[in-house]
């Protein structure tokens, strides 16, 4: 078994394409409407085809402009090469960065989180193996 994607229900599908797209660095992997059932979805990830890489599903209820986020959902972690220089990196693309890169509190590891259009959390975690992260190199 492998992990395929993570599904978060958006308020506006374009909105949160540009935001994972041109202020996260991925990539739209693939689109699809369905008129029957009034929604559609927007596939994005760093590597498109790679079956080992995990995708977000953003998925768009026709006429849903917003979610109760609730208090059981997390974040979304992303592995980044410079955490700093990611979130200098977002803030100049209109990102919001709501906790500045540095030290977890009682730990080294150095994290920053953002959150995206519809006010879903996105942890940076510094990794210097070549961690994942795309456009925020």
Same mark, same amino acid.
């Given at each position: 078994? !492998?992990?395929? @994607? %993570?599904?978060?229900?958006?308020?506006?599908?374009?909105?949160? =394409? &540009?935001?994972?797209?041109?202020?996260?660095?991925?990539?739209?992997?693939?689109?699809?409407?369905?008129?029957?059932?009034?929604?559609?979805?927007?596939?994005?990830?760093?590597? +498109?085809?790679?079956?080992?890489?995990?995708? =977000?599903?953003?998925?768009?209820?026709?006429?849903?402009?917003?979610? &109760?986020?609730?208090?059981?959902?997390? @974040?979304?972690?992303?592995?980044?090469? +410079?955490?700093?220089?990611?979130? &200098?990196? =977002?803030?100049?693309?209109?990102?919001?960065? %709501? !906790?500045?890169?540095?030290? /977890?509190?009682?730990?080294? %590891? /150095? =994290?920053?989180?953002?959150? +995206?259009? &519809?006010?879903?959390?996105?942890?940076?975690?510094?990794?210097?193996?070549?961690?994942?992260?795309?456009?925020? !190199?």
């Amino acid at each position: 078994m !492998r992990l395929l @994607h %993570t599904m978060l229900r958006v308020g506006n599908l374009q909105r949160s =394409i &540009d935001f994972y797209t041109q202020v996260l660095g991925m990539r739209l992997l693939r689109t699809s409407e369905n008129p029957e059932y009034k929604y559609s979805l927007a596939f994005v990830g760093y590597e +498109d085809g790679n079956p080992g890489q995990a995708e =977000i599903e953003l998925t768009y209820n026709w006429g849903t402009e917003s979610y &109760d986020l609730g208090n059981a959902y997390g @974040h979304i972690a992303l592995g980044v090469p +410079d955490a700093y220089a990611a979130c &200098d990196k =977002i803030k100049a693309s209109g990102g919001n960065v %709501t !906790r500045e890169a540095g030290p /977890v509190k009682g730990g080294t %590891t /150095v =994290i920053a989180f953002v959150t +995206d259009p &519809d006010g879903y959390k996105i942890e940076l975690i510094q990794r210097a193996e070549g961690g994942t992260g795309g456009g925020l !190199r």
